[in-house]
T-cell receptor
Framework: GAVVSQHPSRVICKSGTSVKIECRSLDFQATTMFWYRQFPKQSLMLMATSNEGSKATYEQGVEKDKFLINHASLTLSTLTVTSAHPEDSSFYIC???????????FGSGTQLSVL | LAKTTQPISMDSYEGQEVNITCSHNNIATNDYITWYQQFPSQGPRFIIQGYKTKVTNEVASLFIPADRKSSTLSLPRVSLSDTAVYYCLVGDIPSGGYQKVTFGTGTKLQVIP
């Protein structure tokens, strides 16, 4: 199946710093990508929908100024957690929609730990 | 908006066939049904996808009745490595309709030696 690469897989940062997570579709173009967060032993929670060339659509309760999403190309979307705090520590996962194959593929996730 | 309901957990012995059912009573005409497997600290991995009737691939089968209000993922002869959480996701793929659907609780499958 198609491959979605997510980087980094793990990041530890100090409180107040910003962290950028990249999500790339390696063998298909993805006009639409999604960002999720997942807490231990819980399901995935959709944070936002990222559309290439336009502003992201955020789910209710997700701060758009806190979680900056950029989808500047058909193969890359980035999520920047600005001024991270310990409560932002979580597992972040991206997914990309392959419209040709008509399937949704997920990245391997990024474990963010804010000290 | 289709909402999915699955059993929270299931146990099975190695070598057994496992069937996990997902209810999606409000499924829309254009919605597909997709199943994913997730191991701890990893992203969900695509297993199988279907629209109606039966779909089979090298790892699983997906059974969808005529009314499409439920679906059953069938894993033949499970092994210990199949211990994971399994999610069913319902959405309109061509229009990117997955953003309208939230993940359900998933089913934690525990395979016992």
């Amino acid at each position: 199946g198609a491959v979605v690469s997510q980087h980094p897989s793990r990041v530890i940062c100090k409180s107040g710093t910003s962290v950028k997570i990249e999500c790339r579709s390696l063998d298909f173009q993805a006009t639409t990508m999604f960002w999720y967060r997942q807490f231990p032993k819980q399901s995935l929670m959709l944070m936002a929908t990222s559309n290439e060339g336009s502003k992201a659509t955020y789910e209710q309760g997700v701060e758009k100024d806190k979680f900056l999403i950029n989808h500047a190309s058909l193969t890359l979307s980035t999520l920047t957690v600005t001024s991270a705090h310990p409560e932002d520590s979580s597992f972040y996962i991206c997914s990309a929609l392959d419209r040709v194959d008509e399937k949704l593929f997920f990245g391997s996730g990024t474990q963010l730990s804010v000290l | 908006l289709a909402k999915t309901t699955q059993p929270i957990s299931m146990d099975s012995y190695e070598g057994q066939e496992v069937n996990i059912t997902c209810s999606h009573n409000n499924i829309a005409t254009n919605d597909y049904i997709t199943w994913y497997q997730q191991f701890p600290s990893q992203g969900p991995r695509f297993i199988i996808q279907g629209y109606k009737t039966k779909v089979t691939n090298e790892v699983a089968s997906l059974f969808i009745p005529a009314d499409r209000k439920s679906s059953t993922l069938s894993l033949p002869r499970v092994s210990l490595s199949d211990t994971a959480v399994y999610y069913c996701l319902v959405g309109d793929i061509p229009s990117g309709g997955y953003q309208k659907v939230t993940f359900g609780t998933g089913t934690k499958l525990q395979v016992i030696p």
